[in-house]
């Protein structure tokens, strides 16, 4: 075993060592995903092979009574935490860098051999500390995930509304009719997604009932979504609310194809290589969250942007107009605002590192096989709950201007 994590270590420290030299200023943030995709790695290889290894390990609670899906969750919720503490530090000490001139501004971009070998370090630090800490981890994590989704769905909507209002400010009628084509094209897909589901999740000859009434409020909402975005008295447009249904479509699915396989209402009940599919397009979506979201976050007013970003300083110049050309050098460079939150961005990175310790456990819910994955009763009610959190919050964005006209939304 010793060899096993001597060989593990040596292989990650040249892996790091080669990635840090070629990680510039520019893709500072693609080398942190790519980290964050190095841990989602290691979580489900340890998840496969870490219970052998935890059984020998005399400071983790060996018991013939913990079963093997225990130290799976082990695996998962420690390499998680040390992922989670890794940019949890990062975010406290990134906090208030408003300027490139700050010296805290190198250490985002720079420093790579040292954070690469730090990360390690607490991930290996995760494995000996005691079960209480990785149980109140745990414990934690499933508000923390919960938190990375409503963040997942709010960046969701800004993004739909971005997306329209930049079509429709071409004003030509090219754009209108991609935008026209678009709408129409996800609302197809959104009905099709849904009366596909009819029949793998509402199989004839049982009482489906619970699949049935989240089916049919996914086409309630998507309708309802059409009717109030193109209301009169509403400012909406057809693209957002038919890129929304589209989604609640997607979030219906997954959570539909995570009920228990011995569920008769789960018309997938028989497919194994489901469950290896729905864990490769949850990862992916994970990691193309977690990059839109730290992206976005320098961009979008609706976040954390540092005060002296220019999308909070509008019109206003960063210098005075009555500042001479030949200011100093020492000048010019106070007049250097950073593009994005760096907190922000490293907070993302941290709660989506309980997300996905989340979505490799099952929600810390053992009632399931230890072969399937973010597969039971409670990830079914997370996607469906997240799926109406979409919804409420979408229509809050159409009828909130209306409600409080005297307010800028």
Request: hydrophobic share 45%; glycine share 6%.
């Amino acid at each position: 075993m010793s060899c096993c994590f001597s060989c593990c270590a040596s292989l990650t420290c040249g892996l790091c060592t080669s990635t840090a030299t070629c990680i510039s200023q520019k893709s500072a943030r693609i080398g942190y995903c790519v980290l964050f995709g190095v841990s989602l790695i290691v979580s489900w290889i340890l998840r496969e092979v870490g219970p052998a290894l935890l059984e020998k390990l005399p400071w983790i609670g060996a018991s013939e009574t913990h079963t093997k899906e225990w130290y799976q969750e082990e695996a998962v919720l420690r390499v998680s935490l040390g992922n989670f503490l890794f940019f949890g530090i990062l975010a406290l000490i990134m906090i208030r860098v408003k300027d490139q001139n700050d010296r805290r501004d190198s250490w985002h971009h720079g420093c790579w051999t040292a954070k690469m070998v730090i990360w390690l370090l607490l991930v290996v630090l995760a494995f000996f500390l005691p079960d209480v800490v990785i149980e109140v981890y745990g414990f934690i994590s499933k508000f923390g995930a919960g938190f990375f989704l409503l963040i997942q769905v709010i960046i969701l909507l800004d993004f739909t509304h971005s997306w329209n209002d930049a079509w429709v400010e071409k004003d030509e009628q090219k754009w209108y009719i991609a935008l026209l084509a678009v709408s129409v094209g996800c609302y197809i897909a959104a009905f099709t997604v849904s009366g596909i589901l009819f029949i793998w999740f509402n199989p004839s000859g049982y009482d489906c009932s619970l699949n049935v009434f989240f089916l049919v409020m996914n086409l309630i909402l998507a309708f309802v979504f059409g009717v109030v975005a193109l209301h009169p008295k509403v400012n909406g447009s057809l693209l957002p609310a038919s890129v929304i249904s589209l989604y609640c479509a997607y979030v219906c699915y997954t959570g539909l194809s995570s009920e228990p396989r011995d569920y008769e209402c789960n018309g997938l009940n028989k497919s194994r290589a489901v469950s290896t599919s729905t864990l490769i397009l949850g990862m992916l979506t994970t990691v193309l969250s977690v990059l839109y979201s730290a992206l976005r976050a320098g961009s979008s007013t609706t976040f954390l942007s540092p005060p002296s970003s220019p999308k909070l300083a509008g019109s206003k110049p960063l210098l005075e107009e009555d500042v001479e050309e030949g200011k100093t050098k020492k000048e010019e460079k106070e007049a250097r605002p950073v593009s994005y939150s760096y907190s922000f961005f490293h907070l993302i990175f941290a709660l989506a590192s309980m997300y996905s310790a989340m979505l490799l456990s099952g929600w810390t819910s053992s009632s399931e096989s230890s072969d399937l994955i973010d597969v039971g009763w409670t990830s079914v009610w997370v996607r469906i709950c997240t799926e109406w959190i979409t919804a409420g919050l979408y229509m809050w964005t159409l009828v909130a201007p209306l409600l409080f006209p005297d307010r800028e939304f």
